[in-house]
Nanobody
Framework: QVQLVESGGGLVQVGGSLRLSCQAS????????MAWYRQAPGKQREWVAVITTGGGTNYGDSVKGRFTISRDNAKNTVYLQMSSLKPDDTAVYYC????????????WGQGTQVTVSS
């Protein structure tokens, strides 16, 4: 069983920055790709970014150029550095562990709230 615990959310003004963290339990973190998703009120969950085991990254169009995903295998942690934040970025952010490279996998964190005020 894998547990994912997100942290780092909060209230930030338009144009500000936040860094989210997601720490995984267990020993399989380094063997799996990781992703961030988000869900705004009244909307479906949206894929934000993914990072492979080798460090390759990809981003959703709405965050490309503003968000950076990274990972530290020694700490079993994946990060999401968010900058130039907009009100539309307001959502609960979730990390997810891929299942043999497919997303979403079965393991989700509890989510962390990000609110961008204008």
């Amino acid at each position: 069983q894998v547990q994912l615990v997100e942290s780092g959310g909060g209230l930030v003004q338009v144009g500000g920055s936040l860094r989210l963290s997601c720490q995984a339990s267990g020993s399989i973190f380094r063997a799996n790709a990781m992703a961030w998703y988000r869900q705004a009120p009244g909307k479906q969950r949206e894929w934000v970014a993914v990072i492979t085991t080798g460090g390759g990254t990809n981003y959703g169009d709405s965050v490309k150029g503003r968000f950076t995903i990274s990972r530290d295998n020694a700490k079993n942690t994946v990060y999401l550095q968010m900058s130039s934040l907009k009100p539309d970025d307001t959502a609960v952010y979730y990390c997810n562990m891929g299942d043999s490279g497919r997303f979403p996998g079965q393991y989700w964190g509890q989510g962390t709230q990000v609110t961008v005020s204008s």
